[in-house]
């Protein structure tokens, strides 16, 4: 499992990015990427904001990269979610679907 953090300071409600590579790494020679990885973002209640599992799950990461490709993920098992959020901080969870583990990088992008 892998945990990050961001914040999103303001008054207004951001889009954001946020990708969790696993599989797309194999081919940069990363040993024992994570073949599937799925994102869980928790607001500062500890509320759950948003899940995915595979990035073209979700409909408006789908939109954004066919206008944006150079920022899709290299496989589709990686995690990827496009969101408006307001103003706060969050947590962005990493795991591997079904329990699986390996190396994976998680990005938050400010749309």
Excluded: C, H
């Excluded at 904001?49 to 954004?64: E, K, M």
């Amino acid at each position: 499992m892998l945990i990050g953090g961001f914040a999103i300071e303001g008054r207004e409600s951001r889009t954001i990015l946020i990708r969790a590579l696993g599989a797309s790494l194999g081919q940069f020679g990363v040993p024992q990427p994570l073949a599937d990885s799925t994102i869980e973002v928790v607001d500062k209640n500890g509320l759950t904001v948003a899940t995915n599992d595979d990035w073209n799950g979700n409909a408006a990461a789908s939109t954004y990269f066919n206008t944006n490709p150079n920022l899709r993920p290299g496989n589709a098992t990686d995690a990827a979610a496009v969101l408006t959020l307001a103003p706060g901080v969050y947590t962005v969870i990493v795991r591997g679907k079904n329990g699986g583990s390996g190396t994976a990088l998680a990005e938050v992008y400010a749309l």
